[in-house]
């Protein structure tokens, strides 16, 4: 699950990370309020405002401004919020951006001795380890400096048995360059940053930048946080930061009946029961020549119900050119998920307007194929993988 900026800073701070201190606004009013309240704590009356949607390179997009008095804060505020910001992580629409962070100015002016640094803590699943990843080119794309320039770039794995040792913290500090005081403070800000990234449970931190100031301060300027999911249970204050405005709404709709969906990009739907056979669905649709619009799993209980909403859920997408349902009856009859489809089908009536191909192999498949082409419905049914992709090829061309 991902989160705010604003959010994933209360976290950090919540387990001793220094962070840049904000407070949240959602209109121009109380974002004037809460720099009044901001220069009242920092003594500065230079205020950062932080559009908040979950997508970098905000401030590309116009979403990141600097506000030097209260009336420009009000300005840039009132601008912000309401619009639709387009980033290169947002769709050509972007997101509406209903809140901002209102941050303190963390930047000393004509300060050539602040630095700026990307950290982020992740999981390495190749060695199966967290890692720590950093380096001093901060405040810019990674991806441009790993490409670029990859020897600028430091990993630090950590044994999930002992955690993080106190030389790892100190060598990060020392390849960072670091000395004095700001190599303590770069140790301590690493091993409570990690400290959180274990105990919330979380699968990303993506600091960027990790500030360095002149006086030998170091601070979280940003915080991109994505919690596991699988962990909630365990956080639920942590759950009640999800925000379903920032998330697809089919997506949504489909967690809501009980559907593991995800929304891709391509022109053929699919229905499937389980992840593993998902995958080779998708595989099996670019063979064809065509490309997957969905990853939807429907489980082991694919009645008519779960089926109708299935069916429901892939036609909202308008790219859709065909659906390919391959169920595997294991646990579920074939002929039961034939009938749950046909009666889906009669249900759905003229909102079906795209072919469907259904594949049902496993248990009573011939009785089920029977069901389908004696079902009088425009549904081509397959039994083998290849006949399947065949059948795609067909309805495509």
Known sequence: MNIHEYQGKEILNSFGVRIQRGIVAHNA?????????????????????????????????????????????????????????????????????????????????????????????????????????????????????????????????????????????????????????????????????????????????????????????????????TLDDNALFRHKDYAEMRDIREENPTEVEAKEVGLNYVDLDGNVGCMVNGAGLAMATMDLIKQAGGEPANFLDVGGTADAKRVEEAFRIILKDEKVEAILVNIFGGIVRCDRVAQGIVDAYKNLGDKINVPIIVRLQGTNADIAKELIDNSGLKIHSAVEFQEAADKVQEVLS
């Open 29 to 225: 009013t109380e974002a004037v309020n809460a720099a009044k309240e901001l220069t009242e704590q920092t003594g500065t009356g230079w205020h950062v405002i932080k559009a908040q949607v979950h997508a970098g390179g905000r401030g590309k997009g116009g979403g990141v401004k600097l506000a030097k008095n209260l009336k420009e804060v009000e300005e840039i505020a009132g601008d912000i919020i309401g619009m639709n910001l387009v980033t290169p992580q947002t769709s050509a629409e972007g997101k509406k951006v209903h809140q901002v962070l209102v941050a303190e100015d963390v930047y000393y002016p004509g300060d050539s001795e602040t630095s700026e640094i990307y950290m982020s803590v992740l999981l390495n699943r190749a060695t199966g380890r967290n890692m720590i990843m950093y380096s001093t080119e901060g405040g810019v794309d990674i991806e441009s400096v790993a490409e670029k320039t990859p020897h600028l770039i430091f990993n630090e794995e950590i044994d999930p048995t002992v955690g993080l040792l106190p030389f790892q913290a100190r060598r990060i500090a020392f390849n960072l360059g670091l000395s004095g005081t700001a190599f303590k403070e770069m140790v301590k800000f690493v091993t409570a940053l990690y400290t959180a990234f274990e105990k919330s449970d979380s699968s990303l931190f993506e600091i960027n930048p990790v500030l360095k100031t002149s006086d030998d301060k170091i601070l979280a300027v940003d915080a991109k946080v």
